[in-house]
């Protein structure tokens, strides 16, 4: 059971439904007692009456004069009577049973009221000695068990009670959760949405102007919210600033050469030309840099168009094999599908690009950048597998390629010719899509770029 708010509701739910019925088992239990206390009572009062007046009935009119006397009062009178002479004879001609037989011989030893009790029934005897002088002793048997008001019920009347009280709980505990759970269900959307790039994600007012724990952190959270998104912006801003100042004195420096190169002798014009390099690298550089901005902060724009991934893929590896032939590398598609997906192909285009042209720099001459793409293992995925055959990145930095400028000490550095930036710009341009990049070394050898794409998929392809 994950859910914490159905963990929070049953929890609440049992615990109220145990409390009630400890209550309701407790007042019946406490009722029981107190019903048999007034039982007992009634009982030592009434009883010596009510024998008095059956003995007195008998001895006067017999048998006759006492079932006349039981029929007048048969429809309220909750008793079964035995009537015993002294020596213990039934002079009503009634099957005696163990219960009356034993209230008969308690109270012929007492001579005063007996009561014994069988479960929930009961028999009373009454010693009694009329005004003729003869004994009798009058045992009146209960033969159906009092019934509680509660349980006393009809069935349904029951089930419509336990069922009321079922609702009540439940709403109540429902109320309690949802008041618990809900600035916490908030606060998580507004961390998803912070974690996926809209920095102006912010929990509502409704969970921050609680005054307990939830909306202190609530309330945390905006701030730091606040202040991480004046951070980002403002390293935004500073990038971007940086990267269009440095585009000026760039041009500058472009026509500069291209006038020093008319004019310039054999042996400064290499040295030129290296310059000229030099400047369209960091013209290129710059570039990067301001893409890299604009998917932090979300200026890049996504289109709704249907991108073929498959064709787009393909197109990729084509143009990256044509230019690794100069440099004896070549990259090849190992599998492919039809799959398609919603978004902008030029931002595609470029992650993929990033990542196969990053590969062909690693992989040593003579070798193969192999490149699938398959169905992921969730439905509706696409998984595209990039690997070279190089020296692989150190375990403790798989996770920090993809950070800008990120460089590693052993081959892959400077002098490969990368920015530093070509992964960083795949890995925004990915999750702007939906998706996930990771890297991992292979079991024998090289590297593997994977990234992960929500799409719409038909039959696998095998090139």
Not at 33 to 57: G, H, I, K, N, W
Not at 235 to 254: F, K, M, N, T, V
Not at 422 to 445: C, K, M, T, Y
Request: hydrophobic residues 40%; neutral net charge.
């Amino acid at each position: 059971m994950r859910s914490l708010f159905l963990k929070i509701f049953l929890w609440f739910w049992l615990a109220m439904v145990l409390v009630t019925l400890t209550l309701l088992i407790s007042a019946f239990v406490s009722e029981s007692r107190f019903s048999r206390e007034r039982e007992e009572t009634m009982d030592r009062t009434m009883t010596p009456l009510v024998a008095d007046d059956f003995a007195e009935v008998f001895d006067r009119e017999g048998l006759k004069g006492f079932s006349s006397l039981l029929e007048q009062g048969k429809d309220v009178f909750p008793w079964v009577p035995f009537l015993f002479d002294e020596k213990g004879k039934e002079l009503l001609d009634r099957t005696v049973s163990p219960r009356v037989r034993e209230a008969f011989d308690r109270a012929i030893a007492s001579k005063q009221t007996e009561i014994v009790r069988t479960g929930p029934v009961r028999a009373v005897g009454q010693w009694i000695s009329t005004s003729s002088g003869r004994v009798y002793v009058v045992v009146l048997d209960q033969v159906r068990s009092p019934r509680a008001p509660f349980v006393g019920a009809a069935s349904s009347v029951q089930l419509l009670r336990f069922l009321i009280i079922l609702l009540i709980i439940g709403a109540i505990c429902l109320w309690i959760t949802r008041h618990i759970t809900r600035p916490i269900l908030q606060l998580r959307e507004a961390a998803n949405q912070l974690a996926g790039g809209n920095l102006g994600a912010r929990v509502p007012q409704s969970a921050t102007v609680r005054v307990d724990e939830l909306g202190s952190l609530s309330r945390d959270f905006n701030h730091m919210a606040e202040q991480l998104q004046t951070v980002i912006t403002a390293r935004q801003h500073l990038i971007g600033d940086i990267s269009h100042e440095l585009r000026s004195p760039l041009a500058r420096l472009s026509v500069a050469l291209g006038i020093a190169q008319r004019s310039a002798t054999s042996e400064s014009l290499a040295a030129l030309n290296r310059i000229e390099r030099e400047s369209l690298r960091l013209n290129e550089l710059i570039s990067e840099i301001l893409r890299l901005a604009r998917l932090e902060s979300g200026a890049e724009r996504l289109s709704q168009d249907d991108v073929d991934l498959q064709e787009l893929v393909r197109e990729v590896a084509d143009d990256a094999n044509f230019e690794a032939g100069s440099c004896n590398r070549a990259v090849r598609v190992l599998t492919s599908f039809p799959c398609a997906l919603p978004g902008n192909r030029e931002l595609l285009r470029s992650a993929v690009e990033n990542v196969v042209r990053n590969a062909i720099r690693y992989t040593p001459e003579n070798t193969e950048v192999e490149v699938s793409l398959d169905p992921g293992a969730q439905p509706d995925q696409a998984v595209l597998r990039v690997r070279d055959h190089g020296s692989g990145v150190p375990v403790e930095a798989l996770r920090n390629i993809f950070e800008p400028f990120y460089r590693i000490g052993d081959a892959r550095d400077r002098d490969s010719g990368g920015s530093g930036l070509g992964l960083s710009i795949s890995d925004r341009s990915i999750r702007r899509h939906g998706g996930e990049v990771q890297a991992f070394n292979a079991p024998d050898g090289g590297l593997v770029i994977e990234i992960r794409l929500p799409v719409r998929s038909s039959t696998p392809f095998v090139g």
